[in-house]
């Protein structure tokens, strides 16, 4: 998508999330017109070639297009690749209350995807002699099944995960997975 080279405000962290800070007070349509009477809103630019999920309000949106969204003080907006495979961790007080788990897997519908989960001390090297866990994990948008695949390294992986399926619009619970290690699949839809 040659007009990403133009979008300086924007920046992808890893392949899933588009993040669009706001750096300044005023708030801009697609035209690039200021929107005086739009509060706290912003124009946010996505990329072609995939669908996007509002992080926040769970709607999608084709890519190629410029998107108003809302941007209050309390959250910037926030875009997810379909496909994407998002491990969510509840609020903390310090780094390691819960031992590197997270709380919900969010996989968001629309294409197909791939992550990677890992886990370790958090400190040290012992990363390097294997004491790590890592989890591939793997989502079918045509079969809507998410799998987990075997885990690798000799530290504790997580034996449980919540589950939230994001289609457009909406967040579906779909449960636990218990996992005990071995590839593990569970359909989704």
């Known amino acids: 998508d040659a007009r990403v080279a133009c979008v300086s405000d924007c920046f992808m962290f890893g392949r899933a ?10 708030y801009y349509g697609p035209d690039s017109a200021p929107l005086p009477a739009a509060p706290k809103t912003r ?4 990329p072609q070639g995939c669908v996007w999920y509002d992080f926040w309000t769970h709607r999608a949106f084709e890519g190629g297009r410029d998107v108003v969204c809302d941007a209050p ?3 910037i907006p926030l875009f997810v690749r379909a496909g994407a495979i998002l491990p969510v961790s509840d609020p903390i007080a310090y780094a390691d209350e819960r031992g590197g788990e997270v709380a919900a897997l969010y996989v968001f519908d629309g294409s ?7 886990n370790d001390a958090g400190d040290g090297y012992g990363y390097e ?5 890592m989890v591939a994990a793997r989502y079918s948008h045509s079969n809507q ?17 919540a589950v939230k399926w ?16 071995e590839e593990t699949s569970v359909r989704l839809a």
């Open 17 to 26: 999330l588009l993040v669009c800070p706001v750096t300044e007070p005023m």
């Open 43 to 46: 124009c946010v630019y996505l």
């Open 73 to 75: 003080l309390e959250r």
């Open 112 to 118: 197909d995807g791939i992550a990677m989960l890992y």
């Open 129 to 133: 002699q294997g004491e790590y866990a």
């Open 145 to 161: 099944t998410l799998t987990l695949g075997k885990a690798e390294g000799c530290y504790p992986f997580q034996r449980a995960w």
């Open 166 to 181: 994001v289609t457009d619009g909406s967040v579906e619970d779909r449960g636990v997975i218990r996992y005990q290690g």
